[in-house]
């Protein structure tokens, strides 16, 4: 999805590096069917050697608007003080209008572009709260969807142009800095063609290191069967792990686009990953530069069928584990919680990575703690004298004003908490305090999730070790 900086001219020549395979695709699906298939819905994968971050299924009642927790609904023809049409030339209003963008009742999400009697096109664009996705050093980010793309070809799919892409978070707030802060396009798709593309738009615009507006990309058909008539898994990778680092475009796991560090400058490559990370879209947009320049001519037309939804079974980020594996967790024999616990040996997460820290002992910490994200620890075993006391060794570099709570929780992450302590900027990521905090008394053995609550989405802690006491 082009956010490219304002004007976007609607005739930049992005469709000159369109492939012969795609006009031929256009010509092979003309006469497909317009039918909208109901996909069959899996569950968000688990991947060995693979740590989930973040993830959305989409379970919801069928009408019902995707969690607010963990999307911001982007509306109107531009961000506040941002470029007119979002800066591609799209022509549609984007709505939270459950006609637009709503759960289907079979986990999946359904994004669809409609058309009033006054010929106004309007849809949906969606984008996630959080906006840290990055990996660790010497880690691989996996950003990864399963998608159907609208189900509509030819004619009737000129102008339709659904997108799964991921923004730099300094993008939020300061709309002219594109690309400089990065873009990646996971999944793009126009006119209904049988063709997904990956792309890198970075550096300056137009021209320069990413050949923007086009940006470095790769394209090819959709495996087995075409984008349009079923479901298939977008993933990007981000390698941190190899010298020079690598970004990598895949469809159903298979590998069809490269870039490498060493094709950019340091500073382009510096601007794009240096940052907090980036948060992650999902759109249907109608018309603009790119549907118009493969085309050759203005979109939508007249015979542009409204109506056909792009439809998405799930969304997750995943980390690698250090070395290309995950970090060891928890075998199973469990803890004593009078014990020093160590973070890093939970038995599962959710939305955290670990590193080293500088603490006192070395080791590792958890970090890369946000609202929403927990950490498991089976058989923790307080005994028959009851404990009253939790303390934890925490570091915090947030930025003023965010702050949030560590909960100790028993048998669930959304059990009410049996004590907790608030935790604020503690002049770093890695400058350690330990925080003591009561906790209702409690005996035997229990699964205990040690939680995080933040009115922000921004990461506010990290953490270290914990013990209780009596």
Known sequence: MRVPIHPHPASAPRWRRRTLAALVAAAVTLLASFAVATPANASVPTYSGWSLVWADDFNGPAGSLPSSENWIFDTGHSYPGGPNNWGTGEIQRYTADPANVSLDGNGNLRITPLRSASGEWTSARIETRRADFKPAPGRVLRIEARIQMPNVTGEAALGYWPAFWALGSPYRGDYWNWPRIGEFDIMENVNGLNRVWGVLHCGVAPAGPCNEYDGIQGSRECPGTTCQAGMHTYRFEWDTSKSPNELRWYVDGQLYHTVRQNQLDATTWSNMTSHA??????????????????????????????????????????????????????????????????????????????????????????????????????????????????????????????????????????????????????????????????????????????????????????????????
């Open 277 to 470: 990370g980036y948060f992650l879209l999902l759109n249907v947009a109608i018309g603009g530069g790119f549907p118009d320049g493969v085309a050759g001519r203005t979109t939508p037309t007249a015979a542009t069928v409204p109506g056909r939804p792009m439809v998405v079974d799930y969304v997750g980020v995943w980390q690698s584990g250090s070395g290309g594996s995950t970090p060891t967790p928890n075998p199973g024999g469990g803890f004593n919680a009078r014990s020093t616990i160590q973070a890093e040996d939970f038995s599962a997460q959710q939305g955290t990575f670990t590193e080293p820290t500088t603490d006192e002992g070395g080791g590792r910490n958890v970090g890369g703690i946000a609202n929403g994200d927990w950490l498991r620890y089976d058989n923790v075993d307080f005994g028959t004298t009851p404990v009253t006391q939790f303390k934890a060794r925490v570091a915090s570099g947030a930025p003023a004003g965010v702050s949030g709570l560590v909960q100790v929780r028993l048998g669930s992450p959304t059990a009410t908490p049996i004590g907790d302590f608030a935790i604020a900027n503690t002049g770093g990521w890695q400058s350690w305090r330990t925080v003591p905090a009561n906790i209702a008394p409690t005996t035997g053995k229990h699964t205990v999730y040690i939680t995080f609550s933040s009115g922000q989405p921004a990461d506010f802690v990290n953490l270290n070790w914990f013990t209780f006491s009596n």
